[in-house]
């Protein structure tokens, strides 16, 4: 007797948002991303469509401090101070299919640097990747304000992200994004109400559900990870029963996992060190696409690569 | 599904004679329906009802216990899809794979013997070892099985599809409750009956879909086997997940029995990709998984990820309020505080015990939250500080009046300072600075 399989019959589609603008459409990539269009949870392609692979963007920094962590540094070391040349070899060798920046040290309490030097160095990214870019600045209010300003005109017409929005400072951000149609990454930390309520501000200001993707906090393994993982599939799960609100990709970064000292610190009572941060970014990853993230944003180039083999295995899921 | 109050009430006798003390069969029903009684209290039940009442009050999952005493290990009995909507119960258990032929077999199991990491207060350890007969010689396969059994005392499971290896086994290991593995289409009538003589589990394996496994199960169920654990056999990944969400939705969603038993998953590749397979059973429903690498930098981040996802989702892991005594303190000793987070707890704890300073450290109760997050929700703060500090008896332990707080929350020290009486020193923002700042502080 051939067994009635439990599916489910969501009514929710996420949207898909797209990164990226080539040549022919006013743009200068060589490629681009499309994230979400889920009808399924992850992967269960046997009860819906789950279109578009999670792609795998790399993180880099305009400044990386002393105590940046050493196993994430060494993969990069010789490129480590050019972001340019960081992002090209994140692309050409380890396949990253968006370079994010993180724009640090324009924070006026640390490094300062000018937007104009912000600015040099987005021109030196624009010019060394032909991957979607996505441009985050340093957390202090009135300087992102006018970095990301910048950053939306230099990349005029590439299609890029900008991040981050968060609950008490979105405004000059969702102005940036909307000027030169990029998207806008929302953040909230670890909670699915804040998540809506900030869709529900940025579309009230002004900005296209379309264009907005969801930052619900990834906290790194053993930091919080049962945390981000529960919260996410909740969101999730609510999107698929039909809120409209929350219907909007969601993209996961594992940048906590260099926070967390256990994650890297030498240890021989924990194993080698490189091997365990590896492995521990790469399970904070997978654990966020269970959940329901639709893209990623990594750092080390061992973890991207274990991380997209997964994702390949995870797709070509087979039919029921 | 659960039965309703009428689908029990249709096979209750129907007399309303009320001996069972409801005045009516269908009261009782609704009773029986809302689990508020028990069948027993009907004298008059047919043996057929009473089965069925029996069999749906059971969980989705079958409960199946492995191994014997202090290390045995439940599984299965989860009830629901999601940790968010309850919690998930019984922690996956993770088997190391050795095979019989292997010329160092007891070195290879060594790490589950010895193996054990303290993290937030919890020992974590690898569970079981799963031994294969690639022989397929039942006595040099009964003889690995005696030489992991002198080496350790973790549950075992047994592999071969030859019913004879595994008769062999049983022999020193049959009242250890091993779980056998497996029964297959072709030899399950005497895999069970194995199973049913030794009181063991018995892992089915059906690779050909999840109705080849759901009779597989049936019959195994049927030739008297009660505790069953279901292999769905080497898939690529995304069948894989897809086939184990749906074995876990049949059991709960249908309550489907031949599928409601725990599920085994084997990794099939190496390095990070096998990681990664095991955190993908560790979320995704697996009851046991079976590995085969034992390097500390791999165990130790899996067993974190099952340590994260079995957590309650409404109870984080806390440790008592109070005071701690780190390295020996006395009256001079520094004094600091910080929250009941175990996480927190235990990396200030570790980081003050590396300075060897000796030192106390108040443990606020901020209902398990974390510094920052107790400090956003107002459950860490100047006033809940003080009292504590007044409270504790700290004071007559210490000759001075001097209190180090995190630096994250030093936006407090001007309110602790006023309400308290003591002197508030701002420490480092991340603990492990606080070796180089406790050492400074004595040497003051
Ligand atoms: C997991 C998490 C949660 C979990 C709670 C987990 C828990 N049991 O605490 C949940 C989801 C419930 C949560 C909720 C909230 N959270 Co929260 N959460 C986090 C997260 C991701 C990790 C926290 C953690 O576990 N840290 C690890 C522990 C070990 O850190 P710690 O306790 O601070 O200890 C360190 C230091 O403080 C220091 N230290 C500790 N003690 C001592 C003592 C001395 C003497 C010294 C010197 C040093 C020291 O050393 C330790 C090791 O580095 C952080 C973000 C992050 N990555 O930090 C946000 C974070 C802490 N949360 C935040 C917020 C705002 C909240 C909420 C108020 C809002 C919200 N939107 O949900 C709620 C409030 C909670 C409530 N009302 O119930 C903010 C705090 C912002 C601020 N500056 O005040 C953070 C920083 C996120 C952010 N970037 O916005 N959160
Ligand atoms: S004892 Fe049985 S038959 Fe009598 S009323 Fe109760 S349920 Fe009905």
């Given amino acids: ?320 | 599904m659960a039965l309703t109050a009428l689908d029990i009430y249709k096979k209750l006798p129907q007399t309303n004679c009320g001996k069972c003390g409801f005045p009516t069969c269908l009261a009782f029903a609704m009773q029986l329906a809302n689990k508020k009684a028990s069948i027993d209290d009907c004298p008059d039940v047919s043996d057929e009802a009473k089965e069925l009442l029996e069999s749906s009050a059971a969980p989705p999952i079958r409960l199946v216990k492995v191994g014997t005493g202090d290390n045995e290990i439940e599984m299965g009995d989860e009830v629901v899809l999601f940790r968010h909507e309850k919690t998930f119960y019984h922690p996956v258990a993770f088997a190391l794979m050795v095979d019989d032929d292997s010329p160092d077999i007891e070195s290879k199991v060594q790490p589950v013997e010895e193996m054990r990491f303290e993290r937030v207060g919890q020992e974590l350890k690898l569970d079981m070892i799963a031994i294969r007969s690639k022989s397929d010689d039942p006595a040099k396969f009964s003889s690995a099985v005696f030489t992991v059994k002198e080496k350790t005392s973790a549950p075992l499971m047994l592999i071969s599809q030859n019913p004879a290896v595994i008769e062999e086994a049983l022999k020193v290991c049959g009242s250890d409750r091993p779980i056998i593995h497996a029964a297959t289409k072709d030899n399950y009538e005497k895999m069970a009956e194995l199973a049913k003589s030794s009181d063991c589990p018995l892992a089915v394996l059906g690779d050909a879909g999840l109705e080849e496994l759901a009779e597989l199960s049936k019959k195994v169920k049927e030739a008297g086997v009660e505790d069953i654990v279901l292999d769905i056999g080497m898939k690529p990944l995304g069948k894989m997940l897809q086939e184990l969400t749906l074995i876990r939705r049949f059991a709960i969603k249908k309550l489907f029995r031949p599928l409601g038993y725990p599920i085994i998953m084997f990794t099939q590749g190496e390095g990070l990709s096998e990681g990664l397979e095991v955190a993908l059973g560790t979320m995704k429903y697996a009851s046991i998984v079976v590995m085969k690498e034992t390097d500390r930098s791999f165990v130790y981040p899996l067993l974190t990820l099952r340590q994260n996802i079995y957590t309650d989702p409404q109870k984080p892991i806390q440790v008592q309020p109070g005071i701690y005594d780190l390295n020996g303190p006395d009256e001079t000793s520094p004094v600091m505080i910080t929250t009941n987070f175990s996480l927190t707890y235990f990396t200030v704890a570790g980081d003050i015990e590396t300075s060897r300073v000796p030192s106390y450290l108040l443990v606020a109760d901020a209902e398990g939250l974390s510094v920052m997050t107790a400090f956003a929700a107002d459950k860490f703060t100047a006033d809940t500080c003080a009292e504590l500090i007044e409270s504790c008896g700290i004071d007559e332990k210490v000759n001075h009046k001097k209190i180090i707080i995190p630096g994250q929350v030093a936006r407090m020290s001007g309110k602790l300072n006023e309400n308290s009486g003591w002197e508030v020193l701002v420490g480092p923002r991340d603990s492990s600075g606080l070796p180089k700042y406790l050492r400074e502080y004595s040497g003051q």
């Fill in chain 1, 1 to 320: 007797m051939p067994l009635e399989l439990p599916k489910e019959k969501w009514t929710g589609k996420i949207g898909e948002v797209v990164i990226g603008a080539l040549e022919s459409e006013g743009g200068t990539r060589t490629s681009k991303v499309v994230l979400g269009g889920a009808t399924s949870l992850p992967f269960l392609s046997f009860e819906g469509e789950y279109p578009n692979e999670p792609p795998i963007g790399m993180e880099i920094f305009d400044v990386v401090r002393e105590d940046y962590p050493e196993v994430a540094r060494k993969p990069f070391e010789d490129v480590i101070d050019d972001p340019g040349k960081w992002a090209k070899k994140c692309v050409e060798e380890h396949g990253a299919d968006m370079i994010c920046i993180r724009l640090i040290g324009t924070n006026p309490e640390e490094e300062n640097r000018s937007v104009e030097d912000a600015e040099q160095t987005i021109r030196e990214l624009k010019e060394a990747v032909g991957v979607p870019l996505l441009v985050y600045g340093s957390g202090d209010e009135e300087k992102d304000a006018k970095v990301l300003e910048m950053a939306s005109n230099v990349l005029a017409g590439e299609r890029c992200l900008l991040g981050l929005a968060e609950e008490d400072a979105y405004k000059s951000i969702s102005v940036a994004s909307m000027a030169n149609d990029h998207g806008i990454v929302a953040f909230s930390n670890l909670d699915i109400n804040l998540a809506k309520q900030m869709n529900i501000l940025l579309t009230d200001f002004g900005v296209k559900l379309e264009n907005i993707i969801m930052d619900p906090l990834q906290a790194g393994l053993g930091y919080g990870l049962e945390y981000s993982y529960s919260v996410i599939e909740r969101i999730r799960l609510a999107a698929f029963m039909g809120d409209k609100i929350l219907q909007v990709p969601i993209l996961c970064g594992t940048a906590r996992v260099w926070n967390a000292r256990e994650a890297f610190k030498e240890d021989a009572s924990l194993g080698e060190a490189g091997s365990r941060a590896i492995l521990w970014e790469a399970t904070t990853a997978l654990s966020a696409l269970m959940a329901g993230a639709d893209a990623l944003l990594m750092r080390h180039p061992d973890a991207v690569a274990c991380v997209r083999e997964s994702i390949k295995g995870l797709t070509g899921g087979g039919e029921q």
